[in-house]
C-alpha cells in the first residue's frame, strides 16, 4: 500500500488529467508540491495575500519527537500529538479572528483523521465548523 491507487493507474498507462493551474493555496505552499507536479503554477488570485493573524509565517514546520501509531486492522497510520496540536492551532487562530467555518484540515491516512475529528471536538472553541478531510 506505499503506492496510490491513482499513482498505480497512471504508472499502467490509463489516461490522466494533472492540475496545472491552481487557485486556493497561498504561493508559500504550492510550491512544495513543484517537485511532483512541475507544471503547476498559481492562479492571480492566488497572489498577495496578506499575513495570516496569529502566526509568524503562513507556513512552517513542526518538529516533535512524539512517534506515530497504526490505527485499526487496516494499519492507517496515526499521531495524536499531531492532532491535539493542530486542534490548538486551530483555536488559536479562531482566537484571533479567523473564521472556523474557512479553515481545512487534510490528512491522507484515515487513521489521523479519526484523531483529528476526536481531537478538534475535545478541543471546542468554534473547533467543529473546521472541515476536515
Known sequence: LDVSLFERLVR???DHVTLETQRRMRPEVSC??????????????CEGRGAVAGVRAPVFFLQHARQEGSAGEARSRVNSHE???????????????HD????VALTPYCGQLGAL?????????????????
Not at 492532532?83 to 479572528?97: E, H, Q
Not at 472556523?100 to 479553515?103: D, E, I, K, L
Open 12 to 14: 499502467n498507462g490509463v
Open 32 to 45: 512544495l508540491l513543484r517537485t511532483i507536479y512541475p507544471r503547476l503554477r498559481d492562479h492571480a488570485d
Open 83 to 97: 492532532a491535539a496540536f493542530l486542534a490548538a492551532l486551530a483555536a488559536w487562530l479562531v482566537k484571533c479572528g
Open 100 to 103: 472556523p467555518a474557512s479553515m
Open 117 to 133: 475529528r476526536a481531537a478538534f471536538k475535545d478541543q471546542g472553541g468554534g473547533c467543529a465548523e473546521v472541515t476536515l478531510r
